[in-house]
């Protein structure tokens, strides 16, 4: 194929992307419809699903997309970042994801699938605190998968309170998790 | 009213619930409609929001009854007792809570009736905490309040990853809240 066309294909799944992502913020997943997407986006069905074969398939691509995103922005930025990302830039797609939770309960084969994304995007975040705990940055007292869980826990609880836009404590938040993590 | 009809009007209410229960666990908030209302609890709908209002009502009061007890819990069988309860039983209505997540988001005026009862049920845990940290069992080097909304991201976190029916490491999670709350 044509270097040209790689990166129509490209373009076009960004504005599908895009128009999914304020169909969903706006009306939520389950409340748009296939007509609701086609507006946002621009696009025909058809042409939709010949990229994402499904409104699901859409949906999974946007939370891979924003899972990258602020696994990035830990490594980059580190978790006081993240936190205050999730705790104050109050990111739309939030009280999205709470929607799919009952899907995850029922839906054996989407969960599996959230949960190799999660296995994969946690590979550099586990990675990168190796490194701090081998430079003595962090602590090296308990297993470094017990204390990657219990930040895992905190940051679902960031979601669940923010999604449902409750305010957090950012601060309070950060300087415990700080303490939590300090070398002993 | 004479007596008989007020015990009367609690048998009601005990089966509207426990049938609105049992419909929202099978098919979630969004997917249960007034007729599997009906079917589930066994009464006509001019019945039923004769006792709730609305279909919102209804849920909004299961809410209020799980709250209440898993704050009982929390008083009486302690921290450790609850997240036990929580990442370990797999209680069915977990899942549904993030349902209504999207709502809260949007729904300013369920928001305020949610945080009502969030701050009532909050009390008698304060209090408590109170007195366990003026007899010196836990730390008292940081404000109450602090420490209490860290718990409660812990707690929300369980219940975003345990709605999604994620497994969760229960004692590698009780061993650092241990930590947090000791005395410095």
New interface residues.
Partial sequence: MPKVSESHRELRRRQILDGARRAFSAH?Y?GTNVAMLEDAIGLSRGAIFNYYGSKLDLFVALYEEDRRRLVELWIEHGFEALVRHIGEDDPEW???Y??V??M???DDAL?ER??ELAVETQAPVFEWYRVLRETREIRDD??LE??L??I??????????R????P??VD??L??VR??LAPK
Same sequence: chains 1, 2.
Avoid at 163 to 166: D, I, K, L, S
């Fill in positions: 939520g389950f939030l009280g999205i709470l929607e939770g009952r995850l309960r029922t969960r959230w949960r308990v297993p017990q204390l869980r219990f895992g826990l905190i940051v679902d609880g960031l979601v669940l309170q999604g449902a836009r409750f957090v404590d309070g938040t300087e415990l303490e939590l």
